[in-house]
């Protein structure tokens, strides 16, 4: 089961990637409606929310080591 970080600094970067893929989502489903897309490499715009997500998350990558 996942567990959400406690530590200060893998919080942030916890709610920061989310946020941030949430916009991601919100964003490209706006575009979609509106017949648009993003352009410039679209994959870009979803790696640093996925990779601020991951280093929340993941515990050998996590900036302050979460007691389990």
């Known amino acids: 089961m996942l567990k959400l970080p406690k530590k ?8 920061m990637g989310t946020l941030g893929l949430l916009t991601q989502v919100l964003v490209s489903f706006y575009l979609l409606t509106q017949g648009r897309t993003m352009d410039w490499h679209w994959w870009f ?4 929310p996925t990779l601020c997500l991951v280093w929340g998350i993941v515990p050998r990558l996590q900036l302050q080591k979460e007691e389990h």
Do not use: C, D, Q, T
């Open 45 to 48: 715009h979803w790696l640093a």
């Open 8 to 15: 200060p600094i893998n919080a942030v970067l916890f709610y």
